[in-house]
Structure formats: C-alpha cells, structure tokens
C-alpha cells in the first residue's frame, strides 16, 4: 500500500486548503479513509474519516469546516478544510484501513497564519 499526501502550505486564518491522498497498490473503493493530524508536542487525532460506502465522521473541532471526500476512480481521497485556524497547524497524515489492516501515508504540512 501506497499513500502520497498532497497539497499543505501556508494559508492565512480563515482561508481554504485542499488535500489530496493518492492511494496506490489497494483496491481503493473497499477500503476505508481518513485523515489524521499532528500538532508540535501533540498527539496525532483524528480528524475525519470516509467508509468504503462513504459514511462519514468528523471530528468535533472540525466539524461544519472540513469536508472529506473520495473520488473511487482516481484512487484519491480529499479534505477540503475552509475557515482554517492557527489550530488547524499540523502535519497531516492519511491512512487506509481494511480489516486488520491500517496503513499510513506521509505528512504534509499545513501552516495557519493568524
């Protein structure tokens, strides 16, 4: 399994980003999703998750702001976080999961600038 996490930078509060997971070496479509984050001296959460059937969960902090989504033909899972906050600053992580099976890409960077 292959996750390649896309798309962090620097955005000022308030404004939009949106990430993508590329997933390769999986049957993407059975598979479930979910995008993790990692602030400096914390502990990764959880931050939103997408079934296999596409039932989604949020994390209380982001909901109403982040919206995850999956594109079953591109192999590829987003997170569209609008009305970002300087909380929001963390690596963010995605993962895949089946079974017993779980799988993590690497980080990508998302800075929010107050």
């Known amino acids: 399994v292959q996750l390649q996490a896309s798309g962090g930078g620097l955005v000022q509060a308030g404004g939009s980003l949106k990430l993508a997971c590329a997933a390769s070496g999986i049957s993407f479509s059975i598979w479930g999703m979910g995008w993790h984050r990692q602030a400096p001296g914390k502990q990764r959460e959880l931050v939103a998750t997408?079934?296999?059937?596409?039932?989604?969960n949020y994390a209380d902090s982001v909901k109403g702001r982040f919206t995850i989504s999956r594109d079953n033909a591109k192999n590829t899972m987003y997170l569209q976080m609008n009305s970002l906050k300087p909380e929001d600053t963390a690596v963010y992580y995605c993962?895949?999961?089946?079974?017993?099976?779980?799988?993590w890409g690497q980080g990508t960077l998302v800075t929010v600038s107050s």
């Open positions: 993962n895949a999961w089946i079974l017993s099976h779980n799988s």
């Open positions: 997408i079934t296999s059937a596409g039932s989604t």
